[in-house]
């Protein structure tokens, strides 16, 4: 947890220094899509793995689920319902496909006396047993005896893996969730993106000192987006319903992972739509009328130096499962590939750095493994 702690300060350093602003201008705008397309794919990948809709396949690596369960059968029907009330204009469809799933699973795994979902979720808790203290003995109990249990080199390979994550996926989350929610400009920048880089960084410090994981900028975000959300006040008025349910855990954990997986699905949806964004195009056609005619802007996949690393992003982040290395990957394919190309003065110093530190980044376990004091 002092680990945590270290790298929040670390990355709030680079945030006042407006070095974390300009890291994200000098991202291409093609790779920050990419990024928020990626991000699309890993959400929508979480929902149908963790739902059981997607399960690890005999000789493959994954498969479809068989559609003979009850987990899948209210999976599939979260998902109809869903997607039935977002086609016909309902605005609350996400919250109501939740609960309305939730309800469905509960009377089910009731019926079937819990063989269906078990007993830790889907199940009615009980007047007596809704309310819960929680455990909150580890809260602020953080230290940085790490130097001293795993040597000085090893404990800021350790800051430098976080900070790394952190710095990395805050910034892919703010391009796919902004995107969508309409913060982000025409170049995919982010106007006075300094307020949420620096809360984001601060977040990180808290999380370590309650500790907790680095309390970070999240996707799952993209719902409130769906819902309509564009201003703070979402954030707000969602952390203050999180605080009375903090002593209601056991209510909250009625809500199956097959309830949500429909809501995730779709805001992995929106953030994959902005692939065939539209653009307006004024043509003049016969007659000397000039309407407005939208064309697709989305990535140019035929350019080896933006198709390439941009398909890295999006490939990597859910067959990965991790935000950070599709970047990552992304990066270093744009940066050598532009060099190779003799084009090395086209690509921003900045790149050049965060490259260079994912390239470390990526060899931090096979130094671990060979080289004694690390």
């Known amino acids: 947890m002092g680990l945590i702690v270290l790298e929040g300060i670390a990355v709030t350093i680079f945030v006042l220094t407006g070095v974390r602003e300009q890291i994200m201008r000098a991202i291409p705008l093609e790779l ?12 929508a990948f979480i929902g149908l793995y963790d739902s ?9 690596p994954v498969t479809l689920a068989h559609w003979t369960t009850w987990p899948v059968f209210v999976t599939i029907v979260g998902l109809v319902l ?11 469809d996400l919250l109501v496909g939740i609960l309305g799933t939730t309800v ?16 830790s979720t889907a199940t009615w808790p009980g007047l007596r047993h809704i309310i819960s203290g929680g455990n909150w003995s580890l809260f602020g109990n953080f230290d940085f005896h790490a130097f001293s249990k795993l040597g000085v080199v ?5 800051v430098f893996a976080l900070f790394l994550s952190d710095f990395f996926d805050t910034m892919g989350t703010l391009v796919g969730v902004g995107k969508p929610a309409g913060y982000l400009n025409d170049k995919g920048e982010m106007p006075d993106i300094r307020k949420p880089l620096l809360i984001d960084s601060l977040a990180a410090i808290a999380g370590g000192a309650s500790s907790t994981s680095s309390a970070t900028t999240y996707i799952e975000s993209g719902s409130g987006v769906a819902a309509g959300g564009r201003t703070g006040w979402v954030a707000v008025v969602a952390g203050a319903l999180f605080i009375p349910f903090l002593f209601f855990a056991p209510l909250i954990a009625m809500v199956p992972s097959q309830a949500t997986a429909a809501a995730l699905i779709i805001v992995g949806y929106l953030m994959i739509s902005q692939l065939t964004e539209a653009e307006d195009e004024a043509e003049v056609e016969e007659g000397g009328v000039a309407p407005s005619r939208g064309r697709f ?4 996949f035929h350019d080896l130096a933006i198709g390439l690393p941009a398909a890295l992003v999006i490939m990597l982040m ?13 990066f270093i394919a744009y940066t050598i590939i532009r060099a190779t190309q003799g084009r ?9 750095i965060a490259s260079a530190s994912f390239t470390l980044y990526f060899l931090v376990p096979l130094l671990q493994d060979h080289v004694s004091w690390i």
Do not use: C
Request: aromatic share 10%.
């Open 344 to 352: 090395a003065k086209d690509v921003h110093p900045l790149m050049w």
């Open 52 to 60: 059981g809709l997607v399960v690890q396949g005999n000789g493959t």
């Open 154 to 158: 090893s404990a800021l390979v350790w």
């Open 318 to 330: 859910p067959f990965s499962y991790s935000i950070t290395n599709g970047i990552g990957f992304g």
């Open 297 to 300: 802007a989305g990535i140019d």
């Open 104 to 119: 469905i699973a509960t009377i089910i795994n009731s019926a079937t006396n819990h063989e269906a979902f078990g007993t």
């Open 32 to 43: 920050k899509k990419a990024i928020a397309i990626g991000i699309g794919l890993f959400i």
């Open 82 to 92: 869903t997607l039935v009330l977002r086609a016909r204009g309902f605005k609350g």
